[in-house]
């Protein structure tokens, strides 16, 4: 099973910037679907963007014009750069590929806080 580990988290004022990263143990983004995902404290996870095998990148929720999702398929990496960051964005962030019932990863901290 490829693992995914998450990290760039960390704490930032409102209007700051983060950027996350998302390593794989393979070569997994030429095969799947990927997304960042975000858990925030007592709601649900929630998708955040997608980033399609073949390209395509969709945007959910608040994160449209401030989010960007990318990925290095040489480094097995994707990224998730976040912009002028609000205190509604505080939350744990994931990666993982869509609709595949596979283990999370750990995810990292995002506290956005003045």
């Known amino acids: 099973q490829v693992q995914l580990v998450e990290s760039g988290g960390g704490l930032v004022q409102p209007g700051g910037s983060l950027r996350l990263s998302c390593t794989a143990s393979g070569s997994i983004f030429e095969i799947y679907d990927m997304a960042w995902y975000r858990q925030a404290p007592g709601k649900q996870r929630e998708l955040v963007a997608t980033l399609r095998r073949g390209g395509t990148i969709t945007y959910a929720g608040s994160g449209e014009g401030r989010f960007t999702i990318s990925r290095d398929n040489a480094e097995n990496t994707m990224y998730l750069q976040m912009n002028n960051l609000k205190p509604e964005d505080t939350a744990v962030y994931y990666c993982?590929?869509?609709?595949?019932?596979?283990?999370w990863g750990q995810g990292t901290q995002v506290t956005v806080a003045s």
């Open positions: 993982h590929p869509r609709g595949v019932a596979s283990d």
